[in-house]
């Protein structure tokens, strides 16, 4: 019996799951997303032209590749019908390569509105939701209010709907937020018809079945360890457990069920919204990052706050996700640094600690260790043994500390541009 092989981010999200899920493909025949929704932003690159997709598994441009939207994705049948139609404009048959669980929740048009309000409530204290009602949509989950896609079909759905709605605009009159859902309801709906060409399915049994069948899987994660809703910088999460936990929950595999645990993580940092980050850096040097790395949210256009590798959270995030395999990404951006520098340690209250603590706040300095710059291109290598000398030092001391090896390297965005070790 085949095991479910995971692959996610180990920062604050934006580590390129899109590209390497693109690249691991060829080796699996379902891919599947098990948590998050349309604030997921996964690019890929590959034939001159970009993509980039919010809902949709990653998988979806593989011919022969199952595409599965998990129980624990919520979905905005506005953004998933644009998403589809974008790639079925590129000749590519969605309906055979792509199935819906039925029990995935719907973020309705009240629930982007609920976001909003509440952001907008807490002022300075916001937490820099990207506004797609994901947190709102997850609440109504757990508060067993939601709708989810079986509910489509259902004789009595649009009385569900106008129960639900009517819940969420008392709520909005609550927070005194005056918003008019009408025109993007009529989008709404229009994207629920869509949405009725897909096979809804019990993903569960279909992805116990494959893994019974000796059929490859491909679980995909999206955002990053750091931003999962119990272990990451709380409040400062997303409203989904982004750890490889998520996957059992995400999916109904079982916890033996688990393979190998591909853990992506950028040579250095980013995070977009607000919440702690040790190793950022206001300086020059953290605007070389941006502009060099061209870091701006993949959804939301949000220029991306950069810094330093955080070697202390990475290896909080490895443990968590009991990752098997690194994957490095981004390794060229740091090619003209004549000295690059990771976080071994925090100094917290007066103390210095080497964990990742409750205490995750801004009041935390990092310590440094320095590295010689390898100051040169990398984007052209394609084997391990070519890395100039100072670059081999970087991986191997991540390696070392981490106790994992990294087995993927990304020095461009192209599917080509990716060294397998």
Known sequence: MKKVDVVLGLQWGDEGKGKVVDVLTPNYDVIARFQGGPNAGHSLHFGGEKFVLHTVPSGIFREGSMNIIGNGVVIDPVILAEEIAQIEATGINMVERMKISKRAHLILPTHR??????EAAKGKTKIGSTLKGIGPAYMDKTGRNGLRVGDILLPDFMERYQALKDKHLFQLRQYDYQVDVDAYEQEWFRGVESLKRFEFVDSEMLVNGYLQSNTSVLAEGAQGS?????FGTYPYVTSSNTLCAGVCTGLGVAPTRIGEVYGI?????TRVGSGPFP???FDSTGETLRQVGCEYGATTGRPRRCGWL??????YAVMMNG???LIMMKSDILNDFDTIKVAVGYQLNGKQVDYFPYEADDTIEPI?????GWNCDICNVRDYNDFPQQFKDYVSFIEAECGVPVKIISVGP???ETIIR
């Open 113 to 118: 509105a609920l976001d909003a309000a509440s």
């Open 226 to 230: 750091l931003l999962d809703v119990d």
């Open 265 to 269: 993580f950028k040579a250095y940092c």
């Open 279 to 281: 190793t950022e850096l």
């Open 310 to 315: 955080d070697l202390v959270a990475l290896k």
């Open 323 to 325: 990752v098997t395999a």
């Open 368 to 372: 440094y260790r320095e590295f010689e």
């Open 414 to 416: 192209d599917r080509e």
